[in-house]
Antibody, heavy 113, light 110 residues
């Protein structure tokens, strides 16, 4: 059973930073492309970022480009999302997803003063 | 505005067949496979259909997916009360280099 466990969410002031982690287990993490997807309260799913299995390609939604950075450490089976210059509109549950198949339970990020 | 356009709501009575449409463009559905996700309130999305029409292990065959040109559809037959959830379509968009989602369809079982 694939396991993806996000962590690192919390409350942060506008302009602040957070780093989310997604610990992967029970599958060959290093061979899977990964995504971050978020869901604002009461809203639909919004894709945030993608990273190729080997880290060779990264893509971002326009809404986070230049502020968020996706990365991975295949030796630690962990995916990351560094979020800088956070805005109120970044408030959401953030999910990691493996190639679109399996999803973590999500971690809540609240940007508020 | 979502790149993929889903109806915001759908409904049916138990036993009925319901279809949810997901029109897209040549750069997404027209050239890449479509996934469908089911989401209950307060929980993570769950893969329902992948590669347009494939069901993961454990998904009942009441759920089926199809794709024609730049549009995809999810059909649920023999509707049950436990099918009441939000449903999302998704596909990679080669022009945007983005994974695009539909806005979601809230299914109500009357």
């Amino acid at each position: 059973q694939v396991q993806l466990v996000e962590s690192g969410g919390g409350v942060v002031q506008p302009g602040g930073s957070l780093r989310l982690s997604c610990a992967a287990s029970k599958f060959n993490f290093s061979t899977y492309d990964m995504h971050w997807v978020r869901q604002a309260p009461g809203r639909g799913l919004e894709w945030v970022a993608f990273i190729r299995f080997d880290g060779s390609n990264k893509y971002y939604a326009d809404s986070v480009k230049g502020r968020f950075t996706i990365s991975r450490d295949n030796s630690k089976n962990t995916l990351y999302l560094q979020m800088n210059s956070l805005r109120a509109e970044d408030t959401a549950v953030y999910y990691c997803a493996s190639g679109g198949f399996d999803w973590g339970q999500g971690t809540l990020v609240t940007v508020s003063s | 505005q979502s790149v993929l356009t889903q109806p915001p709501s759908a409904s049916g009575t138990p036993g009925q067949r319901v279809t949810i449409s997901c029109p897209g463009r040549s750069s997404n559905i027209g050239s890449n496979s479509v996934n469908w996700y089911q989401q209950f309130p307060g929980t993570a999305p769950k893969l329902l259909i992948y590669s347009n029409n494939q069901r993961p292990s454990g998904v009942p065959d009441r759920f089926s997916g199809s794709k024609s040109g730049t549009s995809a559809s999810l059909a649920i037959s023999g509707l049950q009360s436990e099918d009441e959830a939000d449903y999302y379509c998704a596909a990679w968009d080669a022009s945007l280099n983005a994974w695009v989602f539909g806005g979601g369809t809230k299914l109500t079982v009357l």
